[in-house]
Structure formats: C-alpha cells, structure tokens
C-alpha cells in the first residue's frame, strides 16, 4: 500500500519560512564596501543552514555541503568556505539580526501560526530565562564575560536571556530574538541578567507595542526595580518567589491569614492522580522598602504519588478560585523555556556548546542568535505544518529525523525542503520517487 505523505503548510513549512528568512537577510546592511564576492544574506543563510541541517561543526559542513540543494533550498547563490563565513560574520552586531525575528514572528500572526499559542483572554504567556553556552580559559573575544579569578587566571564565557512564548499544552515554543549577555552588562550575574532583562523588554515592546504578554520568570526577578520596569512597559507578570528570599513578604501572607484576608481553594484530578492546594491574597507589599508594589500571591502545594511539592509566585493578575489553577499551569509552563529551548539546543542535535568558531568581535553571539532562528523555524514547522510532522512522526525522534534529513540532503538533488520531507515520510526503499532523479 502507497503511503501518501500529507501536503506540507503553504505560508509555515520550511520553504515558506527560508524564503521570509532569506528576503530579510537581504535587507541587513553589509559592513564591507564595495561589491563583495560572497554576499552578506550568503554568508547568514549558509550559517542558517548549518544549523538547520544541524551540521556538527562549519568544518563538516564545508566538506560535505552540497552546493545545488543549498542553492535551490536555502536560496544561497555562493556557499562562503568556513574561513570566509567567520571573517563574514564575525564584524555582524548581533542586533541586526533582530528585523529578521520581528518578521517572522509577524509571518506567523498573520498566517495564524501563534492562535494556539494564546494563554489566557487575548495573552500569551513569555517565558524569560539566561543560559550559558560558551566558557574556556582561552579562547576570548570582545564581547566574552571575563572571570577574573583570584589565582590570576581569568576564565571567559557567553550567555543569554532568551525570549520564548510558552503554553503549558503545547511542546512547542516560539523564540524571539535574545538578548546576549554581553561584557558591558555587569560584573555580577544578577546584574548582568537584570540589564539583558530590561534592554530585552524595551525591546520587545517596540518590536511589539500592543502584543499582550504575560512574562513568567523565576524568583531573582521578583524584584521592585523588575516589576516596575514590566508595568512601564505594559507587560504582566507571574513571577516566582521564595520564603528565604522574600521574608517579608511571607510574613504578611502570614498576617493576612490570621485576620481571615487568605482564600483557599482545592482541586483533585483523579485521572492524573494529582491533588492540587492553594492560598492565595491579593494586594499584598512585595518588600517592606516598597510598600506601594502591590502583588497578589499565590502557593501552591501538588501532591503527587504521596510526594509534595510547593510553588509559589506573585502575579500582577486577578487571583481568585476560577483563575488559580490555570495561573499556576502558566507560571509552571516556564519550565519549558530551559527544557524545550535549551535543552534541546544543547542536547537534541543543535550542538548550541560546540565551538563553531568564536571570532574576534562578534561571532560567537551571532552563531548563537542564527541558531535560535533555525530553532524557530523547525518550532513553527513542528506547530503548524503536516508534512514536517509526519516525516518526524516516521523517524520517531528527532536525532534520527536530522540524521536522515542530513544523509539525503548529502546525497540527492532536492527540489525543495517539502520534497525532503516527502522523502522521509516514503521511506528510503530503492521504489520511492526520491531515487527516481538522475543526478548524474
Ligand atoms: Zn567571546
């Protein structure tokens, strides 16, 4: 029996997105003069591609590239040598990059692509969290954040805070454009996520002047600074908090329990297992120095299996019994911006700690931004487009899918990345239609 592969998406499959990507790309302007042999969109959308492909290193890709698919699937006129992509690149601000996200992410409103993403009443929820994803004793570039260490070594690293809308239903998640982590942050860590944090919500804001968000982070930004600068910018929030860090605020929970101000609320799911408990108060003092941030809080105790676990968040939101339990799903959702971004790009065949090479100015970042818009791009596909998920669905994980996707863009004329797809989805027997192109 014929196995028919479903149609990929007009406007969200892979081709759609490279060819938005690529149309962007073009508009980025070069830093060199004259009429360079190897255009700048070239030398971005070959890097785009090594990521796509989730090629190991820029020295596997160079051998093994496949100069025709990458023209007639990635757009790419002349495919840069590693050396020539790093020196490229290397001058790129990272910050150029971003009209590259904000048109994406403007594809995928217009193409309907983020209705399923929607969290609560017209919002989605935004997921901020820092990762690390360089560090060595050596090897440094101008942006690194250096360790100077009492020994009178000094260690070098990069980070960032990505951006990504979550929903505790879905798997996927839709990154915007980070914020990198950079030297001029701040010596300190909390500093330095602090200012990323700040630079990437102003940001965000003009990229998006009405897109109404509710941000989720963890208890280092349930901060006064922090929550204000959110409500400048007209952004909600569920913010984590701790007991040991935030003390006072506890202590008038405590309070407000005793004068009979604190709510509770119970919710059993039999089918799961689970046994949900809250209290939650509105109008509470964040912190005794700030008396006039008002948050409600909410706890919450979820027990499982005869195991207990306890949260506990403030929220610039209604709190009451009909809206607790869908609050705390998005405030736990947060968990998938590390396990669903980073994670994966670090362990699920992104290779986001390998070296691709670090550069002198810029490099290191710019590898690092072009990988999380190849992640967007496969997030979308895994979303909202049937070919791409039944082609995943037939390798049964996505090490094996890229694994595959890989030998055959190594080994075939390709017309497209949908006849990838389709090829993967058919099956890699002698009779399918992909062997059928003479490539001789
Ligand atoms: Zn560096």
């Known amino acids: 029996m014929a196995i028919v592969a479903p149609n990929a998406h007009k406007h969200l499959s ?34 785009l591609a090594m990521f796509s492909l989730k090629s190991p290193s820029l020295l596997a890709f160079d051998k093994e590239r496949a100069e025709d698919n990458l023209h007639q699937i990635y757009g790419i006129q002349r495919v840069p040598c590693d050396t020539s992509m790093r020196e490229i690149l290397d001058p790129v601000t990272p910050e ?10 403007d594809h995928l409103q217009r193409k309907k692509a983020l209705q399923e993403m929607m969290f609560v009443q017209d919002h989605y929820l935004l997921a901020l969290d820092g990762t690390g994803y360089f560090s060595s004793n050596q090897l440094h570039c101008a942006s690194c954040l250096a360790t100077h260490h009492r020994n009178g070594t000094v260690s070098y690293a990069h980070q960032m805070l990505g951006a990504a809308l979550i929903h505790p239903d879905k ?57 204000e600068m959110l409500q400048d910018h007209d952004v909600h929030y569920i913010l984590g908090v701790k007991a040991g860090d935030h003390a006072f605020l506890f202590q008038q929970v405590a309070q407000a329990e005793q004068a009979g101000r604190v709510t509770y609320y119970e919710r059993d799911d039999a089918t799961q297992g689970v046994h949900h408990r809250f209290r939650f108060v509105s109008d509470m003092p964040l912190n005794a120095s700030n008396a006039t941030l008002r948050v409600n809080f ?14 506990s968040w403030v929220t610039d939101l209604r709190v009451n019994k009909g809206t607790v339990y869908r609050l705390m799903q998005g405030a736990r959702a947060r968990w998938r911006i590390e396990n669903e971004t980073f994670n994966t790009l670090k362990n699920q065949g992104y290779h986001f700690e ?16 072009l990988m999380m818009l190849a992640f967007c791009v496969d997030q979308v596909q895994q979303l909202c487009c049937p070919l791409f998920q039944a082609a995943w669905g037939r390798w049964g994980s996505k090490r094996l899918l890229w694994e595959k996707m890989r030998a055959l863009f190594y080994d075939y004329a390709l017309a497209s990345m949908a006849h990838l797809f389709q090829a993967l989805c058919y099956g890699l027997k002698k009779s399918a239609p992909i062997l059928d192109i003479d490539s001789s």
């Open 171 to 227: 798997r996927e998640v839709i990154p915007l454009m980070p914020a990198p982590i950079v030297r001029q942050d701040g010596p300190e860590k909390n500093d330095c996520e602090r200012n990323a944090a700040k630079r990437l919500i102003t940001k965000f804001r003009q990229d998006h002047p009405s897109l109404k968000v509710i941000v989720t982070e963890d208890s280092l930004s349930s901060n006064a600074p922090h929550i």
């Open 96 to 105: 150029s990059l971003r009209p590259v996200f904000k048109q994406l992410f």
């Open 354 to 369: 390998h070296n691709f090479g670090h550069g002198y100015q810029h490099l290191s970042v710019v590898f690092a931004v």
């Open 298 to 311: 909410i706890e919450c105790w979820e027990t499982t299996k005869g195991k207990t676990h306890h949260f």
């Open 14 to 47: 892979a081709d759609a997105l490279f060819a938005l990507v690529r149309k962007a790309f073009s508009c980025i302007d070069d830093h060199r003069s004259g009429t360079p042999d190897i255009s700048l969109a070239d030398a971005l959308m070959s890097a």
